[in-house]
């Protein structure tokens, strides 16, 4: 492939329309690359095609949509063991906390309701 439809496939992909506005709006991808050469483009190429084929294994309104489930969840655990609203948004507020904190998931056990 020669360099201006190698150039053609990297715009495509990242839709901008020229080398400035790629070197303005994607530094990942031109830091630090003499782009007059062909390697350099074809670098770029190979690493778009790359981003493509990762997908995420879920999306952040499924994330959002979980976070909602699980904090209704332990609402409902909390009404059968007999806690107030106001105690399990405190709970809640200690497993946001702590999955903050130590990014790590955090069991109702942990907890010691």
Same mark, same amino acid.
């Given at each position: 492939?020669k360099?201006q @439809? !190698?150039?053609?496939?990297?715009?495509?992909?990242? %839709?901008v329309?020229r080398?400035?506005? &790629?070197? $303005?709006? $994607?530094?990942?991808?031109?830091? @630090?690359r003499d782009?007059r050469y062909?390697a350099e483009?074809?670098? !770029?190429?190979?690493l778009?095609?790359h =981003?493509?084929? !990762?997908q995420?294994?879920i /999306?952040?309104?499924?994330?959002? *949509? *979980?976070?909602i489930?699980l =904090? *209704?969840? &332990?609402h $409902?655990v %909390?009404r059968? /063991?007999g &806690?107030s609203?106001?105690?399990?948004d405190?709970?809640w507020?200690r !497993? =946001?906390?702590?999955? =903050?904190?130590?990014?790590i998931?955090?069991?109702l056990?942990e907890?010691?309701v």
């Amino acid at each position: 492939m020669k360099l201006q @439809g !190698i150039k053609v496939e990297v715009f495509k992909l990242t %839709g901008v329309p020229r080398t400035p506005e &790629l070197k $303005r709006q $994607r530094p990942d991808l031109t830091h @630090g690359r003499d782009l007059r050469y062909k390697a350099e483009w074809l670098a !770029i190429l190979d690493l778009l095609k790359h =981003q493509q084929t !990762i997908q995420p294994d879920i /999306t952040l309104d499924q994330l959002d *949509q *979980q976070e909602i489930e699980l =904090q *209704q969840s &332990l609402h $409902r655990v %909390g009404r059968v /063991t007999g &806690l107030s609203a106001k105690a399990v948004d405190k709970i809640w507020d200690r !497993i =946001q906390h702590n999955a =903050q904190a130590n990014s790590i998931d955090v069991t109702l056990e942990e907890l010691e309701v």
